[in-house]
C-alpha cells in the first residue's frame, strides 16, 4: 500500500542511508537499550533500530501507517507500535502494562516539524519543572534553524530564550547537516540531527521559574540591553551593581550571557526581590 505524505502531520521520510546511520551512531545503543522513537513513519529509522535494542516502543498519529507499521513489525516481539499523538498521551500510564517497554531511556527521532518546541518540552519538561525522569539521551532529527539555536554559544545569533532554557536541561550537540534532498518530499529547509543529554545544570538555580522569567524578560527585545528589559523586574541601579559584581558589562545585552551566567544572575537577584518585597511572577 503506498502512502501518500500527510502535510498536517508533518510527513517527509528521509531517505539518505548517510543521514540514518549518523542518527543511529549518535544514539549508541546497546543491547539493553529501551528506546522511544516519535513519528516513525513508513518505519525507515525503526527497521535500522530494532536490531540494535532490547525494546522499541514508537508512537505514530496516523492510523494508515500504523496499519502498515503493524504490517511490517507487527511480529517483531521487542516493538510495541502506539497509535496516538504523543504530546497528549500519557506514556507512562501507557506503558504500566507493558513492563518490557516501560521507561525508555533513549529517545531517536525524525519529528514532526510543526511541533518541535512543545515534543522538547515534554521530553525535557520545563526550567521551572524538569522532566522528573530524564532520559539519558536524545538524538533527535529537526529543523536546521532550530538545531542552530538548541546548539549556539552566546554573542552570537542563533542564541536565544530557547537555546538558554534548553541549554540549562541537557548539554546539546549538533551531530550532522541533513539536506532538505535527503527527504521524500523535500521539506522548505534544511535539517540537522542534535542530541541531547539531559543532566542537572551545576550550580543550579535556586529559584528555577525566576531564571525562566529572567530569560523571557531579557530577549524579550534583543537589542536593547539587558537593565532595559528587566526593568520592570528590576530597579536598573540595583541591576547594574549586580551585574558589574558578577564582572559583566552593565550595558550587556540578553545574548552576551552564557547559561551558567544567567543562573549567576538569577541567584542574585531573587533575594534582592524577596527583599524589596517584589511579588515573583
Ligand atoms: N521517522 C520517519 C517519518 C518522519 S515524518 C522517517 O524518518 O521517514 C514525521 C512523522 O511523525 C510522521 O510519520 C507523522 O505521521 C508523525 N507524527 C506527526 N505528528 C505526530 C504526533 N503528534 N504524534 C505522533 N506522531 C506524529
Redesign the pocket.
Known amino acids: 500500500m503506498a502512502h501518500r505524505p500527510?502535510k498536517q502531520?508533518?510527513?517527509?521520510?528521509?531517505r539518505s542511508e548517510t543521514a540514518l546511520a549518523q542518527i543511529v551512531a549518535a544514539a549508541a545503543l546497546t543491547p539493553t537499550d529501551r528506546v522511544l522513537e516519535?513519528?516513525?513513519?513508513?518505519g525507515?529509522?525503526t527497521k535500522r533500530l530494532l536490531p540494535l535494542v532490547q525494546a522499541l516502543v514508537a508512537?505514530?498519529?496516523?492510523r494508515d501507517?500504523c496499519e502498515l507499521l503493524r504490517r511490517q513489525f507487527g511480529r517483531v516481539e521487542h516493538f510495541l507500535l502506539l497509535q496516538?499523538?504523543?504530546?497528549s498521551l500519557d506514556l507512562s500510564t501507557l506503558l504500566a502494562d507493558f513492563p518490557a517497554f516501560q521507561s525508555p531511556q533513549k529517545v531517536v527521532?525524525?519529528?514532526?516539524y510543526n511541533?518541535t518546541g512543545p515534543i522538547l518540552e515534554k521530553l525535557l519538561g520545563t526550567i521551572a519543572r524538569p522532566n522528573p525522569q530524564p532520559y539519558e539521551r536524545l538524538v533527535l532529527l529537526v529543523q536546521k534553524e532550530v538545531a542552530e539555536r538548541l546548539c549556539a554559544q552566546p554573542d552570537s545569533k542563533a542564541f536565544g530564550a530557547l537555546s538558554v532554557r534548553v541549554q540549562y536541561l541537557a548539554h546539546c550537540q549538533w551531530i550532522c547537516d541533513v539536506p532538505a534532498h535527503a527527504f521524500q518530499p523535500p521539506p522548505k529547509v534544511d535539517s540537522a540531527v542534535v542530541r541531547l543529554q539531559p543532566r542537572l545544570f551545576d550550580p543550579p538555580a535556586v529559584n528555577p521559574s525566576h531564571l525562566n522569567t529572567l530569560v523571557q524578560l531579557g530577549f524579550a527585545t534583543r537589542r536593547k540591553m539587558l537593565r532595559n528589559n528587566l526593568k520592570s523586574l528590576i530597579d536598573r541601579e540595583l541591576l547594574t551593581a549586580i551585574l558589574q559584581d558578577l564582572n559583566l558589562n552593565p550595558q550587556v545585552r540578553a545574548e552576551d550571557l552564557s547559561v551558567a551566567q544567567w543562573v549567576a544572575l538569577s541567584n542574585r537577584i531573587s533575594p534582592q526581590l524577596s527583599l524589596t518585597g517584589e511579588q515573583e511572577p
Do not use: K, M, S
Not at 508512537?59 to 496516523?62: A, G, M, N, S
Open positions: 500527510r502531520f508533518g510527513q517527509h521520510w528521509l516519535i513519528g516513525p513513519g513508513t525507515i529509522l508512537v505514530e498519529i496516523d501507517l496516538g499523538d504523543f504530546l527521532a525524525n519529528i514532526p511541533i
